[in-house]
Each structure stands twice: as C-alpha cells, then as structure tokens.
C-alpha cells in the first residue's frame, strides 16, 4: 500500500444528530491527539450531515452522505441532489452501494447518472461495485464487477479519476463476518486498475483507490492491510462504535 490508506465508516441508517456530534468529538479528540497517518471519512445519514460537516470544519476529517439524486432540483419528493449535498459542505458521497442496488432497485446506469452529477457538484464519489453469493459460484464474478466499474464510469473525465474510489465489496461478505479471501481481493482490485487503464489510458488508474468492504474489523485489518493490495477500507457495523472505529484508524496509521 503506497497511499495513506483511507479508512471510510458507513454509518448507514443508524445514528441521530446528537449521536453523530458525540462521535466525531471523540475522533477529532483523537485526531488531534494522535495525528493518525491515514485518511479518515464518515459517511453519515442526511440528518447528520450538518452537525457533522460544522464539527469537522477545521479538521481533516472528511464527512460524506450515503446516496443523492442525479438531478440538481425539482419536483423529486424525498430526494436530495448533489448541489444540495456540495452547497453545504459535504466532501463526498457514497454511490452504488449494494443495499442502494437491491432495496432501492438503483441500476448502474442510475448510479453512473449519480457519479456524473456528484463529481461535477465537485464531491468526490466512493462507487461500490461487488457480487451476490451467486454470481460468485456461476463464476461471473470478474463480469459483474468490470461491468458495473465501467458503467460507473461511463463519461467520467479523466482528469476526475483523482476524486473516485471504487470499493470492491463483495455482497455476501457485507455484514457476513466472513471477508473475501486477500488473493481474490487482490486480484479484483488489480482487475479494477486494470479495467480503469483500459478505458482512459495506461497509469490513469494509479489516480484513483480501489478500496476493500465487506465485513471488516479491528481482528481481519492487519491481513486486509498488510497483504491486500488496496487503498482503504470501506467499514459498515464496526464504524458504529467510537471506540472501535478509533482502534481501526489506530492500527490503519502505523501499518503504512
Ligand atoms: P459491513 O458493511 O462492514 O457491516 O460488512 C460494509 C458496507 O456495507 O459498506
């Protein structure tokens, strides 16, 4: 791992305005404190994005939501936009993540609409690309992924890949406990790069991080971090607990 790896909690439906503030205290506390050699991202529900993106401001803490709307405004009950999600300071947003894919019928070409409007609203976009427990044993895996990393990127610039990462989240690890196995993590994030050169041209992947998801913890980090070849991480339930994240972003510092 070349970069400073970037470890990104996903919080999902879960916490309130007032849980967040008392959260992200304790990291900043940390980060102040201990100045991890890693990048540190929390990915929070709407609600959230507020408080959190006032208590980070002079930190460097990045603070992102989960999902927006392709459109920039309109008649879209319940949804938010890009713009609105730049406008109050948001640094990123999460796109495609499977439970986006299959509880909200999100189709690639929808979630390239997203990337687009995000990256052009100057958010950077963590794209989640993985497949189901089936698609694993019809052996279609590489498929899936190439595909839905392509479709992602579709219109993409080049110059843009600086504000993309794609994570490479298995859908049967996701809350599993069980991760992938590092030989075939390694191998999908190299498939990644290398699909990622053969759209734009050689090297242009090197911009962007391919990062790991699916059922990461403070017990599975060191294999993931020492022997896979990612950029990061990318954390559901064990970024739900301060104490744990923290232990996460400990361990992520010193194994660079
Ligand atoms: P998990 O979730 O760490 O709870 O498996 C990861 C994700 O869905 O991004």
């Known amino acids: 791992m070349l970069k400073k790896p970037l470890i990104i909690g996903n919080w999902k439906m879960n916490k309130t305005p007032e849980e967040s ?15 991890p050699n890693c990048e540190i991202a929390v990915s929070v529900p709407f609600i959230c994005l507020s408080t959190c993106i006032d208590k980070s401001k002079s930190s460097p803490i990045k603070i992102g939501a989960q999902n927006c709307y392709f459109e920039e405004n309109g008649a879209f009950t319940g949804e938010i936009s890009a713009s609105m999600l730049s406008r109050i300071g948001a640094d990123f947003v999460i796109l495609g993540h499977s439970e986006r894919r299959r509880y909200f019928s999100e189709t690639s070409e929808i979630i390239n609409l997203k990337v687009r409007s995000a990256i052009k609203n100057g958010l950077d976009v963590v794209i989640c690309v993985g497949e189901s427990l089936s698609e694993k044993e019809k052996l279609i895996a590489d498929e899936i ?22 994570a490479y989240e298995p859908l049967w690890a996701i809350g599993s406990g069980d991760i992938e196995k590092i030989e075939k993590i390694n191998e999908m994030c190299e498939k990644i790069h290398r699909v990622v050169d053969q759209i734009y041209n050689k090297g242009a992947s090197a911009t962007m991080k ?12 060191s294999k993931i971090l020492s022997k896979a070849n990612t950029d ?25």
């Open 21 to 35: 503030d008392d959260f992200l205290q304790k990291v900043l506390d940390y980060e102040a404190e201990a100045k």
């Open 145 to 166: 992924i190439l595909m839905q990393t392509k479709i992602a990127l579709f219109g993409v610039d080049i110059n843009s890949l600086s504000k993309v990462s794609i």
């Open 210 to 221: 391919v990062l790991y998801g699916g059922s990461v913890n403070i017990k599975n980090l």
């Open 232 to 256: 990061g991480v990318l954390i559901g339930s064990a970024s739900l607990v301060s104490d744990e994240f923290l232990k996460i972003i400990e361990f992520a510092s010193k194994h660079t």
